[in-house]
T-cell receptor, first 113, second 115 residues
Framework: QQQVKQSPQSLIVQKGGISIINCAYE??????FPWYQQFPGKGPALLIA?????SEKKEGRFTISFNKSAKQFSLHIMDSQPGDSATYFC????????????FGKGTHLIIQP | EAGVAQSPRYRIIEKRQSVAFWCNPI?????LYWYQQILGQGPKLLIQ????????DSQLPKDRFSAERLKGVDSTLKIQPAKLEDSAVYLC?????????????FGPGTRLTVL
C-alpha cells in the first residue's frame, strides 16, 4: 500500500519559472511532511518541512503548501534555476519526524536554461 | 560537522552470496535508520534504531536481512543470501531532536548490484 502518492513523475520547467510538485497522503496519523532533494550519487538532503498546524511555509525560493482536509501538500520552487535540476521526494512521518519516513516515488525535475 | 559515513560505496556480488554494509552516524545522533532505495523509487525504511535498541523493523525481510547497532553508534546491515531483487542503494540516516523537531540526515549510500 502506497501511503504517499507523488506527481508528476517528471517535470520540465524553463529557467525562472515556477516548479510545482504535488503529494497526497492517506494516513491521518502523519504529523510531519518534509521534502527532500537528491542529486545523482548522493543521499537525499532535507529542503523544507511542515507540520499540519500551518498551511504554508516558505524558505527562500521554496514554499510548502499544506491542505489538511484534502490530505495534500505541494512544493513550489520559485524562480527555478538549472542548479535545481534533481529528483525531489515528498515524505511523511509520525512522531514529529522521529519515526521512519514514508517517501513518495519522486519527481525528476529538469530546469532548462 | 561531519556527515553520515557509509562504506563501501559500491558492491557487486553474485546471487546467494552475502554482503554487509557499514554506517557511522553523525556524532551524538541517537536514532539511526536504514533505507532501501530501488532505482526509480523513493527510499523505503528497513529498520530504525534508538541508541542500540530496535524501534521498528516491520519492513525488514528478516529471513535474509539483519542489522545491529553495537554500543549505540555504528551500525551494520547484512544480507544473506542475496537475491536479484536486492539490487538497490542502501541509505543510512541519523537524526537528532532539536527545537524544530527531528531532521534526518542521509549518508551517500551503498549501491548494491546482485548478478
Amino acid at each position: 500500500q502506497q501511503q504517499v502518492k507523488q506527481s508528476p513523475q517528471s517535470l520540465i520547467v524553463q529557467k525562472g519559472g515556477i516548479s510545482i510538485i504535488n503529494c497526497a497522503y492517506e494516513n491521518t496519523a502523519f504529523d510531519y511532511f518534509p521534502w527532500y532533494q537528491q542529486f545523482p550519487g548522493k543521499g537525499p538532503a532535507l529542503l523544507i518541512a511542515i507540520r499540519p498546524d500551518v498551511s504554508e511555509k516558505k524558505e527562500g525560493r521554496f514554499t510548502i503548501s499544506f491542505n489538511k482536509s484534502a490530505k495534500q501538500f505541494s512544493l513550489h520552487i520559485m524562480d527555478s534555476q538549472p542548479g535545481d535540476s534533481a529528483t525531489y521526494f515528498c515524505a511523511a512521518s509520525i512522531g514529529g519526524g522521529a519515526d521512519g519516513l514514508t517517501f513518495g516515488k519522486g519527481t525528476h525535475l529538469i530546469i532548462q536554461p | 560537522e561531519a556527515g553520515v559515513a557509509q562504506s563501501p560505496r559500491y558492491r557487486i556480488i553474485e546471487k546467494r552470496q552475502s554482503v554487509a554494509f557499514w554506517c557511522n552516524p553523525i556524532s551524538g545522533h541517537a536514532t539511526l535508520y536504514w533505507y532501501q532505495q530501488i532505482l526509480g523509487q523513493g527510499p523505503k525504511l528497513l529498520i530504525q534504531f534508538q541508541n542500540n535498541g530496535v524501534v521498528d523493523d516491520s519492513q525488514l525481510p528478516k529471513d535474509r536481512f539483519s542489522a545491529e547497532r553495537l554500543k549505540g553508534v555504528d551500525s551494520t546491515l547484512k544480507i544473506q543470501p542475496a537475491k536479484l531483487e536486492d539490487s538497490a542503494v542502501y541509505l543510512c540516516a541519523s537524526s537528532l531532536e532539536h527545537s524544530r523537531g527531528y531532521e534526518q540526515f542521509f549518508g551517500p549510500g551503498t549501491r548494491l548490484t546482485v548478478l
